[in-house]
């Protein structure tokens, strides 16, 4: 990924953040000689080590994907920057967005334990709080049924990058009336970027 010095994602445990809270990805690897995608949600788990996910069993993507190196794509908020907020002579519309790439091996998870167990976590960090849903619940023979449907995967990290493109390498007053526009906004990426952009603030004060 393209890293402007001012946008590198340095601090690690953010980049974490946003893995977390922006789960659904798209995945990407090489299928047939040509780049294939897949939009699924991934879970990290404790170690931060690797990512867990499923296919369904029909979509031919992961029966080339065992040990390939694969890009997992978490896209973080994101919204349009115009120039009318600042100046309207000598600049131009952008977008300010976070995201964050990793990187790694895949290993397809064949352990029904190990399976479940990534199931399980998958609902309980999607489910609500009080949802009395809970996959152990479910009839067993169902639950196997279903499980055949699907292929596990794990993806074994060796590389994560992370892009805060958040007005950076603009003036300070720039950045401060960029906010203030964004705060107007009722929409949630709007008020998610002005939150990122005020505490980058604050890191540089």
Known sequence: MYIPAHFNMKD????FDIIKEHSFATLISQHNGMPFATHLPLILNKGHSSLYGHFARPNPQWKEIKNQTVLAIFHGPHCYISPSWYETKKAVPTWNY?????????????DEDELMSSLQDMVLKYEASDS???????????LTGMNKGI?????????????AKLSQNHPLQRQELIINQLEQSSNTDEQQISLLMKANLKKDR
């Open 12 to 15: 690690e445990t953010f980049a």
């Open 98 to 110: 976070v995201t964050v790439h990793v990187y790694g091996e895949v290993e397809l998870v064949e």
């Open 132 to 142: 009395s849903y809970r996959l152990q619940d479910i009839d067993a023979e169902f």
């Open 151 to 163: 292929q596990g995967f794990k993806i074994n990290i060796n590389k994560i990058e992370g892009k």
